[in-house]
């Protein structure tokens, strides 16, 4: 089955939330107040699947369809936690963090003025409960 095609049918169980088809992809809404956006796009190019998670740049590229379709039951998941940095206002990086184990990865932006005020801006989806052994949507 096509991954894409799997994610709206899993995605079905909740009514509440909105997604759509791209070009590309799928594009999941934020599913709640302080939740972040989720768009997985194939990159025919390099025979690989992007993961986007809210719009600071965060993301990640799986080669198997299986991890990518678990990172993105993870994101939608209230163990995930993605925080926002800004300088002066203006995007810095991103970090995607599991609030059960503290496992994260950052990914940070190369041009952003260092020297200015941070700010940091936190997301959770919290749309799939935290359950052991429970990983997919």
């Given at each position: 089955?096509?991954?894409?095609?799997?994610?709206?049918?899993?995605l079905?169980?909740?009514?509440?939330?909105?997604?759509?088809?791209?070009r590309?992809?799928?594009q999941?809404?934020?599913?709640?107040?302080?939740?972040?956006?989720?768009?997985?796009?194939?990159?025919?190019?390099?025979?690989?699947?992007a993961?986007?998670?809210?719009?600071?740049?965060?993301?990640?590229?799986?080669?198997?369809?299986?991890?990518m379709?678990?990172?993105?039951?993870?994101?939608?998941?209230?163990?995930?936690?993605l925080?926002?940095?800004?300088?002066?206002?203006?995007?810095?990086?991103?970090t995607?963090?599991?609030?059960?184990?503290?496992?994260?990865?950052?990914?940070?932006?190369?041009?952003y003025?260092?020297?200015?005020?941070?700010?940091?801006?936190?997301?959770?989806?919290?749309?799939?409960?935290?359950?052991?052994?429970?990983?997919?949507?």
């Open positions: 089955m096509d991954p894409i095609q799997a994610i709206e049918e899993k079905g169980k909740y009514p509440h939330v909105v997604f759509r088809r791209t590309e992809g799928i999941i809404d934020p599913p709640n107040d302080g939740g972040f956006s989720i768009a997985i796009e194939w990159h025919n190019l390099n025979k690989e699947w993961v986007f998670c809210g719009h600071n740049g965060m993301h990640v590229h799986f080669d198997v369809p299986e991890d379709m678990e990172f993105v039951a993870f994101a939608l998941s209230e163990d995930c936690e925080q926002n940095f800004y300088r002066g206002g203006k995007p810095a990086g991103s995607i963090r599991n609030v059960r184990d503290g496992r994260y990865e950052t990914f940070g932006l190369i041009f003025a260092f020297w200015r005020r941070r700010t940091v801006r936190t997301f959770r989806n919290r749309l799939i409960p935290s359950e052991p052994g429970d990983g997919h949507v």
